[in-house]
Protein backbone atom coordinates (compact mmCIF):
# COMPACT_ATOMS: atom_id res chain seq x y z
CA UNK A 1 0.00 0.00 0.00
CA UNK A 2 1.30 3.40 -1.22
CA UNK A 3 0.93 5.83 1.68
CA UNK A 4 1.30 9.42 1.12
CA UNK A 5 1.64 12.52 3.95
CA UNK A 6 1.61 15.90 4.08
CA UNK A 7 4.12 18.29 6.05
CA UNK A 8 2.83 18.37 9.48
CA UNK A 9 5.89 17.95 11.71
CA UNK A 10 5.30 19.10 14.97
CA UNK A 11 2.57 21.10 14.22
CA UNK A 12 -0.23 18.92 15.45
CA UNK A 13 1.23 19.29 18.84
CA UNK A 14 0.23 23.25 18.93
CA UNK A 15 -3.32 22.62 16.56
CA UNK A 16 -5.69 19.92 17.69
CA UNK A 17 -7.12 19.89 14.30
CA UNK A 18 -4.22 18.96 12.49
CA UNK A 19 -4.60 15.84 14.90
CA UNK A 20 -7.77 15.63 14.05
CA UNK A 21 -7.52 16.03 10.18
CA UNK A 22 -4.74 13.36 10.44
CA UNK A 23 -6.23 10.77 12.51
CA UNK A 24 -9.55 11.27 9.44
CA UNK A 25 -7.07 10.76 7.11
CA UNK A 26 -5.23 7.43 9.07
CA UNK A 27 -8.62 5.90 9.53
CA UNK A 28 -9.79 5.95 5.95
CA UNK A 29 -6.78 3.98 5.40
CA UNK A 30 -7.71 1.54 7.60
CA UNK A 31 -11.12 1.55 6.01
CA UNK A 32 -9.28 0.53 2.88
CA UNK A 33 -6.81 -2.21 4.25
CA UNK A 34 -9.99 -4.59 5.94
CA UNK A 35 -10.68 -6.82 3.00
CA UNK A 36 -6.70 -8.01 3.29
CA UNK A 37 -7.80 -9.97 6.72
CA UNK A 38 -10.12 -12.20 8.29
CA UNK A 39 -11.00 -12.93 11.72
CA UNK A 40 -9.31 -15.32 14.07
CA UNK A 41 -11.26 -18.89 14.07
CA UNK A 42 -9.30 -20.70 16.11
CA UNK A 43 -11.27 -19.36 19.12
CA UNK A 44 -15.31 -19.84 18.02
CA UNK A 45 -16.05 -16.84 20.09
CA UNK A 46 -13.92 -14.61 18.28
CA UNK A 47 -15.18 -15.94 14.81
CA UNK A 48 -18.55 -13.84 15.60
CA UNK A 49 -16.85 -10.92 15.02
CA UNK A 50 -17.95 -7.86 12.63
CA UNK A 51 -15.14 -8.28 9.77
CA UNK A 52 -15.69 -4.66 8.47
CA UNK A 53 -15.25 -3.11 11.72
CA UNK A 54 -12.78 -0.79 12.40
CA UNK A 55 -12.08 2.19 14.99
CA UNK A 56 -9.21 4.51 16.30
CA UNK A 57 -8.53 6.51 19.41
CA UNK A 58 -5.82 8.45 20.13
CA UNK A 59 -5.75 10.10 23.50
CA UNK A 60 -3.05 12.87 24.44
CA UNK A 61 -1.02 13.99 27.84
CA UNK A 62 -4.03 16.80 28.86
CA UNK A 63 -6.73 13.72 28.82
CA UNK A 64 -8.13 15.17 24.93
CA UNK A 65 -9.16 12.05 23.50
CA UNK A 66 -10.01 11.62 19.15
CA UNK A 67 -11.88 9.35 17.99
CA UNK A 68 -12.79 7.15 14.76
CA UNK A 69 -15.08 4.47 13.80
CA UNK A 70 -15.84 1.95 16.01
CA UNK A 71 -13.68 3.36 18.89
CA UNK A 72 -16.20 2.15 21.24
CA UNK A 73 -16.92 -1.05 20.21
CA UNK A 74 -15.83 -3.59 23.43
CA UNK A 75 -14.11 -6.21 22.36
CA UNK A 76 -11.55 -8.94 24.39
CA UNK A 77 -7.94 -7.63 25.09
CA UNK A 78 -6.63 -11.29 23.94
CA UNK A 79 -2.53 -10.69 23.74
CA UNK A 80 -2.86 -7.04 24.70
CA UNK A 81 -3.10 -8.14 28.07
CA UNK A 82 0.25 -9.70 28.30
CA UNK A 83 1.40 -5.87 28.50
CA UNK A 84 -0.29 -5.88 31.12
CA UNK A 85 0.89 -8.98 32.96
CA UNK A 86 4.63 -7.74 32.46
CA UNK A 87 3.89 -4.46 34.01
CA UNK A 88 2.66 -5.80 36.96
CA UNK A 89 5.10 -8.39 37.43
CA UNK A 90 7.88 -5.54 36.95
CA UNK A 91 6.13 -3.61 39.59
CA UNK A 92 5.68 -6.41 42.22
CA UNK A 93 9.20 -8.67 41.60
CA UNK A 94 11.44 -6.29 39.65
CA UNK A 95 13.21 -6.88 36.45
CA UNK A 96 16.35 -9.06 37.79
CA UNK A 97 13.59 -12.00 38.99
CA UNK A 98 11.05 -11.26 35.89
CA UNK A 99 14.18 -11.89 33.67
CA UNK A 100 14.96 -14.92 35.74
CA UNK A 101 11.64 -16.53 34.19
CA UNK A 102 11.60 -15.39 30.65
CA UNK A 103 14.36 -14.07 28.17
CA UNK A 104 14.29 -10.96 26.37
CA UNK A 105 14.72 -11.39 22.52
CA UNK A 106 12.29 -11.77 19.71
CA UNK A 107 11.20 -15.33 18.80
CA UNK A 108 10.46 -15.44 15.01
CA UNK A 109 7.90 -18.02 15.81
CA UNK A 110 4.56 -17.81 16.21
CA UNK A 111 3.11 -16.63 18.94
CA UNK A 112 1.82 -20.10 20.34
CA UNK A 113 5.06 -21.94 18.88
CA UNK A 114 6.34 -24.74 21.50
CA UNK A 115 9.33 -25.36 18.71
CA UNK A 116 12.23 -22.92 20.54
CA UNK A 117 10.90 -23.82 24.29
CA UNK A 118 11.06 -27.70 23.11
CA UNK A 119 14.84 -27.62 21.11
CA UNK A 120 16.72 -24.58 22.15
CA UNK A 121 15.85 -22.37 25.34
CA UNK A 122 13.94 -24.27 28.56
CA UNK A 123 12.88 -20.08 29.27
CA UNK A 124 10.37 -18.39 26.51
CA UNK A 125 12.42 -16.17 24.07
CA UNK A 126 10.20 -13.45 25.52
CA UNK A 127 7.18 -12.22 27.68
CA UNK A 128 4.54 -11.22 24.67
CA UNK A 129 4.25 -14.93 23.51
CA UNK A 130 2.59 -17.45 24.70
CA UNK A 131 4.61 -19.40 26.97
CA UNK A 132 6.40 -15.87 28.27
CA UNK A 133 2.95 -14.26 29.35
CA UNK A 134 2.15 -18.15 31.29
CA UNK A 135 5.54 -17.30 33.14
CA UNK A 136 4.89 -13.83 33.94
CA UNK A 137 0.84 -15.02 35.14
CA UNK A 138 2.52 -17.80 37.04
CA UNK A 139 4.52 -15.74 39.00
CA UNK A 140 1.77 -13.04 39.82
CA UNK A 141 -0.43 -16.33 40.51
CA UNK A 142 2.01 -16.57 43.55
CA UNK A 143 0.95 -13.39 45.15
CA UNK A 144 -1.72 -11.80 43.74
CA UNK A 145 -5.58 -13.42 41.90
CA UNK A 146 -7.49 -12.71 39.23
CA UNK A 147 -9.55 -9.39 40.94
CA UNK A 148 -5.97 -7.94 41.70
CA UNK A 149 -5.07 -8.53 37.79
CA UNK A 150 -8.44 -7.17 36.79
CA UNK A 151 -8.35 -3.73 39.15
CA UNK A 152 -4.11 -3.23 37.55
CA UNK A 153 -5.58 -3.71 34.21
CA UNK A 154 -8.42 -1.28 34.60
CA UNK A 155 -6.07 1.68 35.98
CA UNK A 156 -3.30 0.97 33.37
CA UNK A 157 -6.30 1.39 30.54
CA UNK A 158 -7.58 4.22 32.44
CA UNK A 159 -11.19 2.57 32.19
CA UNK A 160 -13.11 1.26 34.95
CA UNK A 161 -15.85 -0.80 32.36
CA UNK A 162 -13.39 -3.21 31.70
CA UNK A 163 -14.70 -6.39 32.94
CA UNK A 164 -14.70 -10.23 32.01
CA UNK A 165 -16.63 -11.81 28.92
CA UNK A 166 -17.49 -15.09 30.20
CA UNK A 167 -18.59 -16.00 26.62
CA UNK A 168 -15.03 -15.86 25.79
CA UNK A 169 -13.60 -17.07 28.29
CA UNK A 170 -15.37 -19.93 27.96
CA UNK A 171 -14.62 -20.38 24.60
CA UNK A 172 -10.92 -20.08 25.53
CA UNK A 173 -11.03 -22.60 28.33
CA UNK A 174 -12.84 -25.19 25.98
CA UNK A 175 -10.83 -24.56 23.39
CA UNK A 176 -7.37 -24.03 24.64
CA UNK A 177 -5.74 -27.35 24.16
CA UNK A 178 -1.88 -25.62 22.59
CA UNK A 179 -1.76 -23.60 25.64
CA UNK A 180 -2.75 -26.24 27.77
CA UNK A 181 0.83 -28.12 25.83
CA UNK A 182 2.94 -25.46 26.42
CA UNK A 183 1.50 -25.03 30.07
CA UNK A 184 2.71 -28.41 30.88
CA UNK A 185 5.96 -28.00 28.61
CA UNK A 186 6.44 -25.33 30.81
CA UNK A 187 5.74 -27.13 34.28
CA UNK A 188 7.95 -30.80 32.56
CA UNK A 189 11.29 -27.99 32.22
CA UNK A 190 10.59 -27.08 35.95
CA UNK A 191 10.20 -23.46 35.18
CA UNK A 192 6.54 -22.48 35.74
CA UNK A 193 6.40 -20.56 39.08
CA UNK A 194 2.85 -22.16 39.87
CA UNK A 195 0.15 -24.80 38.84
CA UNK A 196 -0.62 -25.47 35.65
CA UNK A 197 -4.31 -25.30 35.81
CA UNK A 198 -4.22 -22.05 37.44
CA UNK A 199 -2.03 -20.47 35.58
CA UNK A 200 -4.01 -21.56 32.46
CA UNK A 201 -7.29 -20.34 34.46
CA UNK A 202 -5.69 -16.78 35.14
CA UNK A 203 -4.00 -16.32 31.82
CA UNK A 204 -7.54 -17.40 29.82
CA UNK A 205 -9.29 -14.65 31.88
CA UNK A 206 -6.84 -12.29 31.23
CA UNK A 207 -7.06 -12.44 27.47
CA UNK A 208 -10.89 -12.45 27.51
CA UNK A 209 -11.39 -9.12 29.46
CA UNK A 210 -13.71 -6.67 27.65
CA UNK A 211 -11.75 -3.42 26.19
CA UNK A 212 -12.38 -0.58 23.73
CA UNK A 213 -9.73 1.32 21.21
CA UNK A 214 -10.08 4.28 23.91
CA UNK A 215 -9.08 1.74 26.66
CA UNK A 216 -6.18 0.56 24.46
CA UNK A 217 -5.41 4.19 24.25
CA UNK A 218 -5.35 5.09 27.74
CA UNK A 219 -2.88 1.57 27.93
CA UNK A 220 -0.14 3.58 25.31
CA UNK A 221 -0.49 6.53 26.73
CA UNK A 222 0.02 5.31 30.85
CA UNK A 223 3.25 3.90 28.85
CA UNK A 224 4.63 6.88 27.08
CA UNK A 225 4.20 8.51 30.18
CA UNK A 226 6.94 7.20 31.95
CA UNK A 227 3.94 4.49 33.91
CA UNK A 228 2.35 7.83 35.46
CA UNK A 229 -1.66 8.59 34.55
CA UNK A 230 -1.37 12.03 33.42
CA UNK A 231 -4.76 12.94 34.69
CA UNK A 232 -4.13 11.82 38.44
CA UNK A 233 -0.49 11.77 38.72
CA UNK A 234 -1.03 7.79 39.93
CA UNK A 235 2.30 6.10 39.50
CA UNK A 236 1.78 2.77 38.20
CA UNK A 237 5.20 1.50 36.82
CA UNK A 238 8.35 2.67 37.84
CA UNK A 239 10.24 5.20 34.31
CA UNK A 240 12.75 2.37 34.61
CA UNK A 241 10.30 -0.39 34.24
CA UNK A 242 8.25 1.38 32.17
CA UNK A 243 11.29 1.76 29.48
CA UNK A 244 11.92 -2.02 29.88
CA UNK A 245 7.97 -2.78 28.51
CA UNK A 246 8.46 -0.22 25.93
CA UNK A 247 11.56 -1.67 24.63
CA UNK A 248 10.23 -5.01 24.58
CA UNK A 249 6.57 -3.85 22.83
CA UNK A 250 9.05 -2.26 20.32
CA UNK A 251 10.86 -5.71 18.99
CA UNK A 252 8.48 -8.29 19.76
CA UNK A 253 4.95 -6.91 20.46
CA UNK A 254 3.87 -7.67 16.86
CA UNK A 255 4.10 -11.06 17.10
CA UNK A 256 6.63 -12.40 14.31
CA UNK A 257 5.85 -9.22 12.18
CA UNK A 258 7.22 -7.01 14.43
CA UNK A 259 10.53 -6.41 12.53
CA UNK A 260 8.64 -5.41 9.70
CA UNK A 261 6.41 -3.31 12.12
CA UNK A 262 9.27 -1.35 13.55
CA UNK A 263 10.84 -0.23 10.35
CA UNK A 264 7.15 0.70 8.87
CA UNK A 265 5.40 2.13 11.81
CA UNK A 266 8.41 2.51 14.45
CA UNK A 267 6.06 3.10 17.16
CA UNK A 268 6.02 0.37 20.63
CA UNK A 269 3.03 -0.97 20.07
CA UNK A 270 1.51 -4.52 21.21
CA UNK A 271 -1.65 -6.62 18.99
CA UNK A 272 -3.75 -9.10 19.76
CA UNK A 273 -6.08 -11.39 17.82
CA UNK A 274 -9.16 -10.07 18.89
CA UNK A 275 -8.15 -7.14 16.71
CA UNK A 276 -6.63 -4.62 19.24
CA UNK A 277 -3.66 -2.77 18.88
CA UNK A 278 -2.07 -0.14 21.55
CA UNK A 279 0.60 2.09 21.10
CA UNK A 280 2.73 3.87 23.38
CA UNK A 281 4.11 7.45 21.40
CA UNK A 282 6.89 8.66 24.23
CA UNK A 283 6.08 11.79 26.05
CA UNK A 284 3.39 12.21 23.57
CA UNK A 285 0.31 9.94 23.16
CA UNK A 286 -1.53 6.95 23.19
CA UNK A 287 -3.13 5.16 20.32
CA UNK A 288 -5.69 2.14 20.36
CA UNK A 289 -6.51 0.31 17.81
CA UNK A 290 -9.95 -2.36 16.67
CA UNK A 291 -10.10 -4.34 13.52
CA UNK A 292 -11.16 -7.85 13.85
CA UNK A 293 -9.85 -8.66 10.32
CA UNK A 294 -5.84 -9.96 10.88
CA UNK A 295 -3.04 -10.65 8.85
CA UNK A 296 -1.52 -13.97 9.07
CA UNK A 297 0.70 -13.68 11.41
CA UNK A 298 -1.97 -12.93 14.05
CA UNK A 299 -2.16 -8.30 13.53
CA UNK A 300 -5.17 -6.08 12.64
CA UNK A 301 -4.46 -5.07 9.26
CA UNK A 302 -6.59 -2.26 9.31
CA UNK A 303 -4.92 -1.16 12.66
CA UNK A 304 -1.62 -1.43 11.07
CA UNK A 305 -2.70 0.47 7.97
CA UNK A 306 -3.81 3.14 9.99
CA UNK A 307 -0.76 3.39 12.47
CA UNK A 308 1.39 3.24 9.20
CA UNK A 309 0.13 6.28 8.11
CA UNK A 310 -0.37 8.20 11.55
CA UNK A 311 3.71 7.32 12.23
CA UNK A 312 4.38 8.73 8.91
CA UNK A 313 1.91 11.59 9.07
CA UNK A 314 2.65 13.22 12.57
CA UNK A 315 6.48 11.92 12.65
CA UNK A 316 6.09 9.19 15.01
CA UNK A 317 8.49 6.84 14.31
CA UNK A 318 10.95 6.16 17.21
CA UNK A 319 14.11 7.42 14.68
CA UNK A 320 12.28 9.79 13.20
CA UNK A 321 14.80 13.25 13.00
CA UNK A 322 12.73 16.24 14.69
CA UNK A 323 14.61 19.80 14.03
CA UNK A 324 12.22 21.74 15.42
CA UNK A 325 11.45 22.81 19.13
CA UNK A 326 9.95 20.87 21.72
CA UNK A 327 9.34 22.22 25.33
CA UNK A 328 11.84 25.05 24.70
CA UNK A 329 14.86 22.78 24.16
CA UNK A 330 15.79 21.50 20.95
CA UNK A 331 14.95 18.05 19.92
Same mark, same amino acid.
Given at each position: ?????????????? !??????????????? @??????? @???????????????? $????????????????????????????? *? +???? %????????????? /???????????????? *????????????????? $???????? $??????? !??????????????????? $??????? !????????????? *?? *???????????????????????? %????????????????????????? /?????????????????? !?? /??????? +????????????????????????????????? @???????? %????????? #??????? #??????????
Amino acid at each position: MEITTPDTLGSWQT !DPQVLDAELERAYQY @GMDARGE @GRVATYIPELARADED $AFGIAVMTKDGTTICRGDASTRFTIQSVS *K +VVSL %AMALKRFGSQEVF /SRVLMEPSGDSFSSII *KLDTVSNLPYNPLINAG $AMQMIGLL $ATECGFD !DLLDYTRRMCMDDDIDLNE $AVYQSET !DTGDRNRAIAYLL *KS *KDVLPADPEEVLDLYFKMCSLNVN %AVSLAGLGLTLANDGQNPLTGEHLL /SPRNTRCVNSIMFTCGMY !DR /SGEFGVR +VGIPSKSGVGGGITCSVRGRLGIGSYGPALDDR @GNSVAGFA %ALEYLSRAL #HLHAFDY #HPYIEDGAEA
